[in-house]
């Protein structure tokens, strides 16, 4: 993509190419995922235990009656991984009770669920991410709002970076230069940051944007999305349009 819409810029000078901060953070949430080997398991294996289990859904239904259902996070759909985190951290008293009394010789995930769930750290490794990321799962939503302001969605990207780096230890500091790394790379985000300071008057001068753009340029960039959620939506509307078993309205 940044090899097209550099060849593209050829042609349209003023055209500013920007990465997907949704998926951006995306990435940040798949670096979590790595940090916490076990937490990543028990979701595994936990929608393992559920997947096409009517007697063992029903148990659950029935000495959790309260509690919903162990979700089935989908890796290549944003923050779904991290909301599923939240909720054992939410549940886990619950869900451990109706582990307790399913039988490990039954499926063998049944039987790593148990073992997880004995692990003295697991707790506090749901808890952990669940203070300090918990938010990126609203931020994701957040930034794929349509008809959002540009100034809005720098600072909201901003508020972001302020609050991963407030995580001091090992693993949240490595989280936190996936985020630096994720950012550094996306050369358009640094232009619209230094647009959306200017329209914001925290910056009086136009060095460092491209020589075509000008002041009047900027009036255009007040909605500039930060994200291609937009886009990806664009073209499920098309395929809906030119499929061969389409309806019309």
């Known amino acids: 993509m940044v090899k097209a ?3 593209i810029q050829a042609f349209y000078s003023k055209m500013v190419h920007i990465t997907c901060l ?6 940040v949430c ?14 595994l294996n936990m929608k393992k235990v ?12 029935r000495e959790a009656p309260e509690t919903p259902l162990p979700p089935s996070p989908i890796i290549t759909r944003w923050g779904t991984w991290l909301k599923a985190a939240m909720y054992y951290c939410e549940n886990f008293k619950a869900i451990k009770k109706v ?34 990321y918990g938010f990126l799962t609203t931020i994701i939503t957040c930034l794929e709002t349509q ?7 720098i600072k909201t990207v901003e508020n972001v970076e302020n609050k991963l780096n407030t995580i001091k230890c090992s693993k949240g500091i490595t989280i936190y230069k996936k985020f630096e790394e994720v950012i550094a790379k996306n050369l ?8 959306s300071k200017v329209m914001l008057g925290e910056e009086i001068t136009m060095d460092n944007l491209p020589e075509d ?11 500039a999305p930060i994200s291609s959620v937009d886009v990806k939506r664009s073209f499920s509307v098309y395929k809906n349009m030119l499929a061969d078993n389409r309806r019309s309205s």
């Open 213 to 223: 753009i000008s002041c009047d340029d900027l009036l255009y960039f007040k909605y």
């Open 5 to 7: 819409a550099k060849s």
């Open 99 to 132: 582990v307790h009394l399913l039988d490990a010789d039954d499926a063998l995930s049944i039987g790593k669920v148990k073992k997880i769930m004995s692990e003295t750290d697991l707790e506090s490794n749901l808890a952990f991410i669940y203070t300090n």
């Open 22 to 27: 949704a998926h951006g953070l995306h990435r």
């Open 147 to 153: 008809g959002t302001l540009l100034t809005d969605a």
């Open 50 to 61: 559920f997947l096409k289990a009517p007697a063992r859904v029903e148990l659950f239904r």
């Open 188 to 195: 358009g985000f640094k232009i619209l940051t230094k647009i």
């Open 30 to 43: 798949e670096k979590i995922r790595a940090e916490f080997p076990k937490v990543d398991e028990l979701i």
